[in-house]
């Protein structure tokens, strides 16, 4: 038998996997309510009209939707797309968008194409874990920038700029994710967009805006994303996912950028996967078409909305008096702190509980974030939210030494 | 705006486009004729099976269908691959199964956690395209070994083995594609991959074996897989995919692999994509487990196998004498050698007369294969079969000076 680990990349020892997943494991028993994972509620999914439109496309194009299609994606859902992300504020065509197996996908895309090892990323702290994953795996090496209630400190980052414009080294980009950030659950302002934009024209560098939950506002007003106060002077990559508007497991996502960019991310996707499934994109171009979409969302912005309320009401009830919070305008996640305790370890005892959640460190490539856990409200059920964070009360409340 | 090319990742100079791909845009004017492209002919994929079976995945199991899956793949779906495997010779469970999607992305992950810049990888001369590109983005250097009608040339390979033994170099794998080859038709038998498996164990170096057509032979003995011959001794990992015995647009693959190679896929897989369409898995599990897949297969069979003999009898009737050609005992492709004709500037010529195919040199890195092209006998119809060898043997008449 080969010895294989002598084989292995020097990007494998890098990678870790997904503690979130690893976790996860831990939590699928029934009688464990989890604020850990990151799923949709499968009450969200439209099944019947996935199931309706599914029936047309095989009747109608079957022999189509069966087929490869081609690597950029699926032109008509390019073109729906291109619509969609004009309304919010962002000025692009179809040969701007490339559809992608979902938005991790274009992650690993855009790090292939940008990063060579030891190249410089720019991340919050903390951070989305799939976005540390993907840029990890490409051996990228990490500048963090501090989260503040309003997003990404700027003020922070631009000294950070500054610093290294001094040094005479070159940032690949800036991973932001302004809107229901996960996973803290805070929405950058308008005016901080602003401002970021004009950062990237000043330092002359990328950002790479992850938007997955930009549609699920359940409170506050519409804030359009950070590409849209870009005006097309190509200083960000906007990436959009179909698994919170429509379902995960059609693993549907797009990425739009410049010209320039998008024709080397078809290069990289051509030998990555082909294409994204075509039968998937059939499906997810009706549901636009028919304009499905909207109403939809309105459904599951309900949905999450009173999930999030309890679980905001129920810590207010049962949370010890120094533990805080974050407030999400939208999203599925909030972001909990506990001063002095290592969430980490408390994690055991809250499984032992029948509760559990992802601790702030595993979000983090700096050690820091030990007192803080992300609480996934959207997938539990409101009974299980309530419960879940009466359990998790007490099991804080034991650790903190209050009642 | 930013000046993009200063940005972009050193793999990114090294990476085509697909020629395939770009020459395939020049051919999709329904007048001409294409043997250039890969694709299974659409009357190939049972519509109404896959629309039976969607029905009933959204109704018993929509939410779990439309819910992200594990990294690894549905459990059921990797059991019944496993059964399959086993029936094929290859002694696997389903935890030495990753499911992929599409088997193009087996081959990128499988560059992932093996390849660093510069490392050594044997292929055949020519190979399939979409390995050279995979193996390509990782910046891996190109070992070329001659094909011959039995497959890739063991002298030949054994001699470099022992080469690189000496200088104290060492491989990566050997990418093989031993069952009706893409693109030149050929296969290994039997004894060859005995004798290739000695080799490997000998040098103790990996072969990674791609096999998308191996259930689709239309004379001559079935061969089983190279890692049947391998009796669980890890040194050969198996792409299977779904893309040509149900269909390619659901993007559907698998790798078998030891599980510590397997364990590192997962982990490369989690980065790249999280999980394959969970969806696209569980009408692949019906389609299997509901025993559909081999009374298709023997469908497909009877259709491509007339294909090709109306192909093989078309050359012989209106190809020049000096046009040699491989007669493949299945899978989509054949293989043609004209002597003295630069078959790429042909091309241009045969696009003229409404036919295409693509050129060998295309498959090959050392410039070689200048004389040869592939041909694609599954896509066309049996009437544009005839006809296109007819307009291509006019083509080469013409250009090598014989009628």
Redesign the interface.
Known sequence: ????????????AE????EI?ELLKLTQKPEIISFAGG??S??A?P?DV??EI??DV??EK????????T?EGLAPLRKELAKRMNKLGVKCTHENILVT??C??A??LIS?????AH?LVVCSLPSYL?GI??F???QADFIGIPLESDGMNLDVLEGKLKELRKEGK?L??IYVLPTFHNPAGVTMPAENRKRMIEILKEY???ALEDDPYGELRYEGDHIDPLMAYDNE???VIYLGTF?KIL?????LGWAVA?T??LD?L???K???????????QYIAYEYLHRGLVNSHIEKIKKMYRSKRNIMLEAMETYFPEEVEWVRPEGGMFTWATAPGVDTKELVIKAIEQKVAYVHGAAFRFDGGGRDSMRLNFSYPTEEEVEEGIKRLGRVLKEEMGTS
């Not at 990678?15 to 997904?18: E, F, I, L």
């Not at 292939?112 to 060579?116: A, M, N, P, S, Y």
């Not at 051509?270 to 998937?280: E, G, I, M, V, W």
Request: contains cysteine; proline residues 4%; hydrophobic residues 35%.
């Open positions: 038998m080969v010895e294989f680990s002598s084989l292995f990349s020097g990007r494998i990678m870790r996997r997904s997943r799923l949709p499968p009450e999914f099944i996935v199931k599914t029936i095989l009747d079957g022999s189509v939707a069966l087929q490869y299609g690597t197996h979902g991790q996908q992650l690993d292939k194409i940008f990063l060579d190249d799939g994953g993907a990890g795996a490409f070159r690949k980009f002359d560098v990328l002077d190509g200083h698994s379902a995960p497991g059609l693993r410049p320039e960019i080397s078809v290069t990289a051509q030998s990555t996967d082909l294409c994204t499934s075509t039968f998937s």
